[in-house]
């Protein structure tokens, strides 16, 4: 099963520092993302130069990834075709559960 | 008990100007709200003031004021908006004689003092761990995130329209708030902080209302052609209602309020902001009635002292250039392309700082994944930021003449250079930042 059957979110950026919230659809399915959309796993999609930070919202059934140096250069001086990182979180909604 | 109804009329300079109009129309507001200004929009407005020094403010200013003037005259709506960018005194002036032509009598503030350019040379950048002056003639702008405090007073001194430059987002609508509830202003964290969740659901338009959400078949929003911009029903004790006009498409649930609510958001338990540092973490929403959204739950701590401020300086140039491949062997063609134009760009290796080689429908957004089929059509994407504007020139011109010189079948080129403002930041004391508010139409 993919994360983007059982969940949403949305990214956004600060600087170099892409945003990725991950929030489950049903309360049932929060255990199950809580425990298996960790930091490592976040990374690991990002490669070695991100650092990782996770935050829970247990009463939203949330997730807030702060993945640093995902942007590369940042909006303004990138040269990606999505320089925000707006599509990112869609990297995280493609991961096997 | 006094309900504040506040709407978003903007999300962002490009943002649409109708759903705008239905509000000024129909919303029955306290306040209409324009957030307008990111990062690099106001080092480019800076640039547009170098050039012309009337000039700086929003170029969608005039269409928006004359599109929702009349109407918010009417119902009595007030306007808080930070399209004055890098020139909020100029935009002031301008909005006055705006109404003048249509006839109203209005009473416009600017509220100045972000314009730090003057003082920053000292200060390090949080990039480079230099100083700002090592920039030198590079240095274009530098503007401090103001808070709350010039817009309260503004309004105190009965501007219909409050005109700014750089203010924290949320701050545009916490600023109503504090002037109409009478609230301690930042001495009461608890409301500040709750205050900064509503500013930060509504900063940004639709994004709260079903824009910018659709997933069809999972995530799924009704009429998303006729999206409407939302409504905040605030209370005295700063529980607030999310909500937008009935008529319009789009959606408020929970699910809405909550992408929205970790928008851009770091640690949510620490939202540094001017007027609080803001507390996310206990938020919670319910929905309590057809496109209606209790939000309460935030909370704060008293701010830091020190404000934001955004460093703008030229850094080189970049060019691009893209071109489609369809059909059998359309990836292997692409990136037979691309290898040529890196090659053919080897001698202003030492004017670039950094390149990207992509093909679009592979890898250019996600990392590539090997085990999908491969796509049927293509486009090869050079983008390269050089120091000097010839080598961007030569990326772009690289990749048009793939048009006879590339494989086979390539098509619809398109190409562009631009300057590049690059964005760095750093920190003031907030005692070496002074707002002022300057008034336009008041009588003498």
């Known amino acids: 099963m993919k994360l983007h059957e059982i969940a949403h979110g949305r990214a956004g950026d600060k600087g170099t520092t892409s945003n990725i919230s991950i929030i489950a659809y049903r309360p049932d399915d929060w255990p199950r993302i809580e425990a298996e959309v960790t930091a490592e796993r976040i990374a690991a999609i990002f490669g070695p130069d991100v650092q990782v930070a996770r935050y829970v919202l247990p009463q939203l059934f949330a997730l807030n990834f702060v993945v640093k140096n995902a942007l590369k250069g940042g909006v303004t001086r990138s040269v990606a075709l999505d320089a925000h990182g707006k599509g990112l979180v869609y990297a995280v909604l493609d991961m096997r559960l | ?444």
């Open chain 2, 1 to 444: 008990m006094k309900i504040l109804r506040i709407g978003t009329g903007a999300g962002f300079s490009g943002d649409r100007i109708g759903p705008a109009v239905d509000l000024a129309r129909s919303g029955k507001l306290d306040y209409l709200v324009f957030e307008c200004l990111a990062e690099r929009t106001i080092a480019l407005a800076q640039l547009d003031r170098l050039g012309d020094p009337a000039a700086g403010y929003d170029r969608r200013l005039e269409q928006r004021m004359r599109a929702v003037l009349p109407d918010c005259h009417r119902a009595g709506t007030r306007i808080i908006t930070n399209m004055g960018a890098a020139n909020p005194l100029e935009a002031a002036r301008r909005t006055a004689e705006i109404a003048a032509e249509l006839g109203l009598t209005l009473r416009v503030a600017a509220v100045l003092g972000d314009d730090v350019l003057d003082r920053i040379g000292p200060c390090v950048l949080e990039e480079t761990g230099r100083p700002a002056s090592d920039l030198g003639d590079r240095l274009v702008s530098a503007n401090a995130y103001l808070g709350a405090e010039g817009i309260v007073e503004a309004l105190a001194r009965d501007a219909d329209i409050v005109i700014c430059g750089r203010v924290a987002d949320p701050s545009l609508f916490v600023a109503p708030m504090i002037h109409a509830f009478g609230w301690p202003s930042i001495d009461d964290h608890r409301l500040i902080g709750q205050a900064t969740v509503i500013g930060h659901l509504m900063e940004c338009g639709a994004q709260v209302t079903g824009g910018y959400f659709a997933d069809p078949g999972v995530k799924d929003v009704p009429d998303l052609a006729t999206v409407g911009f939302p409504i905040a029903e605030v209370s005295q004790d700063g529980t607030a209602v999310i909500t937008k006009l009935p008529g319009t498409g789009g959606l408020v649930s929970r699910a809405t309020c909550i992408e929205q609510l970790l928008y851009e958001l770091h640690d949510p338990a620490r939202y540094f902001q001017p007027d609080v540092v803001a507390d996310f973490s206990g938020v919670d929403f319910s929905e309590i009635g057809p496109n209606r959204v209790a939000v309460s739950g935030g909370a704060g701590a008293p701010a830091t002292g020190r404000l934001k401020v955004s460093v703008g300086a030229r850094d080189g140039w970049i060019g691009q250039g893209e071109i489609s491949y369809a059909g059998p062997g359309a990836v292997a063609r692409a990136r037979l392309a691309g290898e040529i134009t890196t090659e053919r760009l080897a001698p202003f290796a030492n004017l670039i700082e950094d390149m990207r080689v992509d093909i679009i429908g592979l890898n250019a957004i996600l990392p590539a994944d090997p085990s999908a089929p491969e796509p049927r059509e293509v486009r090869l994407r050079v983008a390269a930021r050089c120091t000097e504007i010839e080598a961007a020139r030569a990326v772009s011109d690289e990749v048009e003449g793939l048009y006879l010189n590339g494989p086979a079948g390539g098509g619809g080129v398109a190409t562009m250079v631009r300057e590049v403002i690059g964005i760095r930041s750093t920190y003031l004391p907030k005692a070496d930042v002074e707002t002022h508010v300057h008034m336009f139409g008041e009588p003498a």
